[in-house]
């Protein structure tokens, strides 16, 4: 799986790009939302890990600009708060999942696992739908609807 971690903190994002490798995951690590859209612009990611306490972007508004960024990739908020408000708002900045740091490796593997599954899933759907409006579409048009 492609991961994108969007994390400051060098010695965090150190050891969970480490872990992540280990796993056999394509890692690729952004200290900044800046960074985080200038790779997500560049490369196709199945997941993007967003730490919520960057230096140009914080809390739900940073998932907001990865979202946008990264659109076909589910995105996992990583945070050393345990707030249930902040929660709440980046689930609906579009996070699949929020982690409160520090998080056992094989619980951000089923997280990670969990996202991208449900991701794919919302793809495929939306797809689906864009194929079947422009049939729609076509069959109005031709039959003079």
Sequence with gaps: MRVL????????????????ATRGHDVTHAR????????????AYDVAIVDLGLPD????????IIRHAARR????VFTGTD????ELACYEAGAMDV?????????????????????????HAASHAAVMGARA???ALVSGG
């Excluded at 150190?14 to 992540?20: D, K, R, T, Y």
């Excluded at 990739?73 to 996992?76: E, G």
């Design 5 to 20: 971690v969007v994390e400051d903190d060098v010695a965090e994002a150190g050891v969970l790009l480490a872990a992540l």
């Design 32 to 43: 900044t939302v800046r960074d985080g859209v200038v790779c997500a612009r560049t490369a």
């Design 57 to 64: 972007a914080a809390g739900p508004e940073a998932v907001t």
């Design 73 to 76: 990739a589910a995105v996992l």
């Design 83 to 86: 707030d249930e408000a902040t």
């Design 99 to 123: 982690l409160v740091k520090p998080a056992r490796l094989a619980v951000i593997e089923h997280a990670l696992l969990e996202s991208n599954a449900r991701q794919t899933f919302a793809n």
């Design 137 to 139: 579409l076509a069959v």
